[in-house]
């Protein structure tokens, strides 16, 4: 088993304010908090639901924990990851790939914790940039998920070309491709027709979305390989989205760069959980309809 930080003095909150069930969560953590001395640090959001907690600080807390769904998770991921501090993900919300616990689990979860009685699921993250044409680079994104080039308002295609390291893959026209780790396999990448990757499998996942030829397939690289693919069309309105929730907008002859990360996402688990367990829950695998009733 592991330790987080002995003893667990600190304990950071990061939660979807729109979820049902976050104000009853909140209130068992900081009852949880409160019995065993553990001080709270919160996003500005939590403020007014948690008086006694400390503005959010990423670099000092010893155990993040996030209240929503998966999107909730991944968002508080990217705050922390730079710090690999670990992350309780509490489900608020309906499919919960990433997150690890149901509302009622919180306060014997965290005893766990305290007790070393968990593992670590250590995600490793994408770094993603654009590099522009005249030489400007932006700033740098850490994704959890994905790092996704797409296109914006209008239903036309875009033009594209990829490289893998110093080699050119294809230039083809598509909706877009969708740059992933093996943890977010299972989220755009999958609804794109991409493979489901299990974690431990070091590579990151290129998947073409709508490739106007069939020829065009998803590819699975080393985890080493720098990706980069460079706008060809002519259109303004072209996106990066990381992990679904921020990004910026790219001009022709721009080129979008992705590598593996620096930074990773320690997962808390506990016994009982795995990775195919999660498929067979959330995806229903194995299940049938027999005369109106569910078997497995």
């Given amino acids: 088993m592991n330790a987080v930080s002995a003893p667990l003095r600190t304990i950071g909150v990061v939660g979807q304010p729109t979820y049902k069930g ?37 670099e000092h807390l010893d155990l993040l924990v996030t209240l929503g769904g998966d999107g909730t998770l991944l968002r508080g991921a990217r705050l922390v990851a730079p710090h690999h501090k670990p992350v309780l993900g509490v489900n608020l919300g309906h499919l919960g790939f990433l997150t690890s616990i149901a509302p009622e689990e919180l306060d014997v979860s965290l005893e766990r914790v305290i007790a ?5 699921d ?42 893998m390291g110093d080699e050119e893959v294809a230039t083809y026209s598509a909706d877009g491709v969708i740059l992933s780790t093996p943890t977010g396999s299972t989220a755009y990448s999958l609804s794109a ?20 030829t069939l020829a065009v397939r998803p590819l699975l ?14 259109s303004e309105e072209l996106i990066l989205t990381i992990d679904g929730q921020e990004g910026e907008a790219l001009q022709p002859g721009d080129r979008l760069v992705v590598r593996r990360g620096d930074a990773t996402v320690p997962l808390v688990r506990f016994q009982g959980e795995s990775f195919l367990s999660t498929l067979r829950q959330k995806l229903n695998w194995g299940i049938q309809q027999v005369n109106g009733k569910t078997h497995r």
């Avoid at 019995?35 to 919160?42: G, K, Q």
């Avoid at 850490?142 to 070309?161: E, Q």
């Fill in 122 to 163: 250590v995600r490793f993250t994408l770094d993603a940039h654009v590099a522009g044409r005249e030489g400007r680079t932006g700033p740098s994104y850490v994704a959890l998920n994905d790092a996704v080039l797409h296109k914006g308002g209008f239903a036309r295609v875009i033009r594209i070309r990829m490289w």
């Fill in 193 to 212: 027709g991409g493979a489901i990757v299990v974690p431990t499998v070091e590579c990151i996942l290129a998947t073409p979305i709508c490739p106007h």
């Fill in 116 to 120: 070393g009685d968990f593992d670590l």
């Fill in 221 to 234: 690289v080393p985890a080493s390989t720098v990706v980069t693919v460079e706008v060809l069309s002519p």
């Fill in 22 to 58: 976050l104000d009853d969560a909140l209130r068992t953590l900081s009852a949880f908090a409160g019995e065993h001395s553990i001080a709270l640090c919160a996003e500005e959001s939590l403020a007014a639901a948690l008086p006694n907690a400390t503005p959010f600080d990423p």
